[in-house]
């Protein structure tokens, strides 16, 4: 089991529901509270399917390091050109490092799944 993910998830899950809670109501009928919010808060945006309490709820029995490897996955997707602004890569550069990593190091192309 990815344990550090796991850590990292239940980190950022507790940022995110601070964020949430200072977030709630501030929306308007013509702008709702997005991803783009909690991003200028410093948060990551956790996806429904990234957050801890969904990885709480998971039945027994079901598969929790694929769980926390789908969840990370998911928040990479929604903050991976905040992370590149974060350190100064254009997004061109960030992907070329992300398909590096999976292509030479992981030793497989980024299309294709872990088995």
Known sequence: ??????????????????????LAGKG??????G???YQAKGVMYLPPPA???KLLA?????????????????VEAENDTVLAGHY?????ELDFILNYDIKYR????AGEEEE
């Open 106 to 109: 992981l030793g497989r192309n």
């Open 88 to 92: 100064g890569f254009t997004a061109e």
């Open 28 to 33: 308007s009928g013509r702008r709702a509270i």
């Open 51 to 53: 957050r801890f309490s």
């Open 58 to 74: 998971l039945p027994e029995g079901e598969n929790i390091g694929k769980a926390i490897n789908e969840a990370m996955k998911a």
């Open 1 to 22: 089991m990815p344990v550090l993910g796991l850590i990292f998830l239940r980190y950022a899950d507790f940022k995110f529901a601070i964020a949430e809670k200072e």
């Open 35 to 37: 991803k783009e919010d």
